[in-house]
T-cell receptor, first 111, second 115 residues
Framework: GENVEQHPSTLSVQEGDSAVIKCTYSDSASNYFPWYKQELGKGPQLIID?????GEKKDQRIAVTLNKTAKHFSLHITETQPEDSAVYFCAASIGGNQFYFGTGTSLTVIP | GAGVSQSPSNKVTEKGKDVELRCDPI?????LYWYRQSLGQGLEFLIYFQGNSAPDKSGLPSDRFSAERTGGSVSTLTIQRTQQEDSAVYLC?????????????FGDGTRLSIL
């Protein structure tokens, strides 16, 4: 089955700096890659996703890049703010019901 | 409400008791998922419902775990004879599901503590 690895597990950045979280996957058939943000005591919330026919997608300060050849995808957050502090999860899916999640990155933005 | 609703938000029970966790998906979402999240860990898939199809139960960790979905809407996850290792946050998600690669929308979970 699919195996998704996520790095780093913890990340601290100064407010205004950029943060990058990376994930790798093993199944070349995976074709959908969502990213979720989870705040304390809340469920994961979808923040951005990318499909395998696209190499990059941006939404304001958030961007995701996908390298299908290397089987890795990354989340980029620019101009970080304290409210960006949360746990971020990547996931990969080949469609249907199976989503495989990374183990999460705890991001702390220091004011 | 507009989002996925889960109840109770917190549940504390004694080892050996049965518990029922409830999930109300977003109206119109045909796919419903249950996940388990242990402290500091990722999401562990438990079970998936899609419309009237037979559920995918491949993630259930033991026969003490079961789930049903009535009328294609509300779902209940039941854990019988609870053990301390069942302590975790149980998350429910729903999606449109009739097309591949639909994003999931999560509830805020039920935090289950087994004493």
């Amino acid at each position: 089955g699919e195996n998704v690895e996520q790095h780093p597990s913890t990340l601290s950045v100064q407010e205004g700096d950029s943060a990058v979280i990376k994930c790798t996957y093993s199944d070349s058939a995976s074709n959908y890659f969502p990213w979720y943000k989870q705040e304390l005591g809340k469920g994961p919330q979808l923040i951005i996703d990318i499909r395998s026919n696209v190499g990059e997608k941006k939404d304001q300060r958030i961007a995701v890049t996908l390298n299908k050849t290397a089987k890795h995808f990354s989340l980029h957050i620019t101009e970080t703010q304290p409210e960006d502090s949360a746990v971020y999860f990547c996931a990969a899916s080949i469609g249907g019901n199976q989503f495989y999640f990374g183990t999460g990155t705890s991001l702390t933005v220091i004011p | 409400g507009a989002g996925v609703s889960q109840s109770p938000s917190n549940k504390v029970t004694e080892k050996g008791k049965d518990v029922e966790l409830r999930c109300d998906p977003i109206s119109g979402h045909t796919a419903l998922y249950w996940y388990r999240q242990s402290l500091g860990q990722g999401l562990e898939f438990l079970i998936y419902f899609q419309g009237n199809s037979a559920p995918d139960k491949s993630g259930l960790p033991s026969d003490r775990f079961s789930a049903e979905r009535t009328g294609g809407s509300v779902s209940t996850l039941t854990i019988q004879r609870t053990q301390q290792e069942d302590s975790a946050v149980y998350l429910c998600a729903s999606s449109l599901g009739y097309e591949r690669r639909q994003p999931q929308h999560f509830g805020d979970g039920t935090r289950l503590s087994i004493l």
